[in-house]
């Protein structure tokens, strides 16, 4: 072994690829150009990076997003004036791996000195300064234990009581991988060497011997990801098949796609087009149909009423912090304010198109009340043809709250706020 003068001992002379995967990705989501999941699988696919490496790329941009809150606190009083962003990925990534990750100090020191040379992020001399000296955040407060910004965290408490405290600190923990599987999906994934190490609501907690796409369960058709959580949301409406169901705010389908799979007839209306690309794709993979339409649903969808409609809300995604850590530097109760007026246009053009006995169910991904039970009661009270319904069994833990309920995010689950409102 050889070693450039001036560079920390055992520095490596080659940077690590898949550090290097990291930071350009963590560069990319903190500047506001993507999405974690969508950056990652662009560059994981591009360099080919697979295996050990890619589980490693994977572990540091999003352990780093999860934690970045409490890293920010860590490397604040180490820095001096201000950090180019560059350089601020790649000390918040080797931050991440000697205070979370437990990576050796000594070789994330010389890992990411070598990086900072070799992708010209930052000065070496920075980097072996700060990432020697960083240390996990003192005290007890919510961004120091648990990655949060107090008002989160107060959130947080009032909805989950005692449970809040280990929700906070289960929402720091990595993502597993939850499957719906049918037909011979889990024996398929079996036989390939993954396993199945749970189920909840349905769904399959799965550990992959490779990725996705590769395993003959997804490309026959026979397993689709999603949260039990998800699930539930589908279990609030009550059987489906046969049903004729409006699925508002549809996105890229994965409802509409899991409801067609249990015999619906599914009309899903999104506002952008693209989506319906991924929609149709993930549809004709699963072998089933759904109607598409691209419609702005804050202005009232001129079609017959049907018995059943679903309207799955934009929102915070603050119910899904474990899978979309980046959503914690978007948030704001700003945000959240603006987010909760557009819940109620859907929730109000939803209604009209809720047949008489017919049933609307409600979601979002969020676990703020101002999007949740806030958004349900100001809607019954303007809507007297309304009421609520209790929700059947979800076959998940659940928090009641107003008319409809909470699920719990623990073990891997997402929090959805759910309501039941079934019209006269
Ligand atoms: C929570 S996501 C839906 C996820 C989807 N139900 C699924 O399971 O795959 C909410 C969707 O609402 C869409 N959306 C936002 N504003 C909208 C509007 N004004 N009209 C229709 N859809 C809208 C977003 O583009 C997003 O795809």
């Known amino acids: 072994m050889w070693f450039r003068p001036g560079w920390?001992?055992?520095?490596?002379?080659?940077?690590?690829?898949?550090?290097?995967?990291?930071?350009?990705?963590?560069?990319?989501?903190?500047?506001?150009?993507?999405?974690?999941?969508?950056?990652?699988?662009?560059?994981?696919?591009?360099?080919?990076?697979?295996?050990?490496?890619?589980?490693?790329?994977?572990?540091?941009?999003?352990?780093?997003?999860?934690?970045?809150p409490a890293?920010?606190?860590?490397?604040?009083?180490?820095?001096?004036?201000?950090?180019?962003?560059?350089?601020?990925?790649?000390?918040?990534?080797?931050?991440?791996?000697?205070?979370?990750?437990?990576?050796?100090?000594?070789?994330?020191?010389?890992?990411?000195v070598t990086l900072a040379r070799s992708m010209r992020f930052a000065p070496p001399g920075l980097v072996n300064a700060v990432l020697r000296r960083v240390q996990?955040?003192?005290?007890?407060?919510?961004?120091?234990?648990?990655?949060?910004?107090?008002?989160?965290?107060?959130?947080?408490?009032?909805?989950?009581?005692?449970?809040?405290e280990a929700v906070m600190a289960d929402l720091l923990m990595p993502q597993p991988l939850w499957l719906k599987v049918w037909d011979k999906g889990a024996d398929l994934l079996e036989t390939e060497?993954?396993?199945?190490?749970?189920?909840?609501?349905?769904?399959?907690?799965?550990?992959?011997?490779r990725p996705l796409r590769h395993t003959r369960a997804y490309q026959e058709g026979q397993a689709q990801p999603v949260n039990p959580s998800s699930?539930?949301?589908?279990?609030?409406?009550?059987?489906?098949k046969g049903q004729k169901i409006y699925d508002l705010a549809g996105g890229a389908g994965v409802k509409a796609a899991l409801m067609a799979k249990a015999g619906a007839k599914v009309t899903s209306a999104e506002l952008h087009a693209h989506k319906h690309e991924s929609a149709r794709t993930n549809l004709r993979r699963l072998g089933v149909r759904a109607e598409l339409i691209t419609h702005d649903l804050t202005q009232p969808l001129d079609r017959?009423?049907?018995?059943?409609?679903?309207?799955?809300?934009?929102?915070?995604?603050?119910?899904t912090l474990r899978a979309h850590p980046e959503i914690k530097q978007r948030?704001?109760?700003?945000?959240?304010?603006?987010?909760?007026?557009?819940?109620?246009?859907?929730?109000?053009?939803?209604?009209?198109?809720v047949a008489p006995g017919g049933l609307l169910v409600y979601s979002v991904c969020s676990v703020f009340p101002q999007e949740g039970p806030d958004r349900v009661s100001a809607f019954l009270a303007a809507h007297p043809e309304f009421s609520a319904e209790p929700l059947p069994d979800l076959g998940l833990p659940?928090?009641?709250?107003?008319?409809?309920?909470?699920?719990?995010?623990?073990?891997?689950?997402?929090?959805?706020?759910?309501?039941?409102?079934?019209?006269?």
């Open 231 to 240: 699930v539930a949301v589908l279990s609030a409406l009550g059987p489906l």
């Open 398 to 424: 659940v928090v009641e709250a107003g008319a409809g309920a909470y699920t719990v995010p623990l073990d891997g689950l997402d929090g959805f706020y759910i309501a039941r409102l079934r019209r006269t």
């Open 193 to 209: 060497g993954s396993v199945i190490e749970g189920a909840r609501a349905g769904v399959d907690r799965v550990a992959l011997d």
């Open 8 to 68: 920390p001992i055992n520095a490596p002379v080659v940077a690590s690829p898949a550090r290097a995967l990291a930071v350009r990705t963590l560069h990319k989501v903190l500047s506001g150009d993507s999405y974690a999941a969508t950056a990652l699988d662009r560059a994981l696919s591009s360099e080919k990076l697979a295996g050990r490496d890619a589980g490693l790329a994977t572990h540091i941009v999003y352990g780093t997003l999860r934690y970045l």
């Open 304 to 319: 017959e009423p049907r018995p059943l409609v679903l309207l799955d809300a934009p929102c915070s995604g603050s119910g």
């Open 136 to 164: 996990r955040p003192q005290g007890n407060s919510p961004e120091a234990r648990y990655a949060l910004p107090d008002w989160l965290a107060e959130q947080l408490r009032a909805v989950y009581g005692d449970e809040a």
């Open 331 to 353: 948030l704001t109760p700003g945000a959240v304010t603006e987010l909760a007026e557009l819940q109620a246009k859907l929730l109000d053009n939803a209604a009209g198109l």
């Open 71 to 112: 890293l920010r606190l860590a490397l604040e009083p180490l820095l001096r004036g201000k950090t180019a962003p560059k350089a601020q990925a790649l000390l918040l990534a080797g931050a991440f791996e000697k205070l979370y990750l437990e990576t050796p100090d000594h070789a994330v020191v010389s890992e990411y």
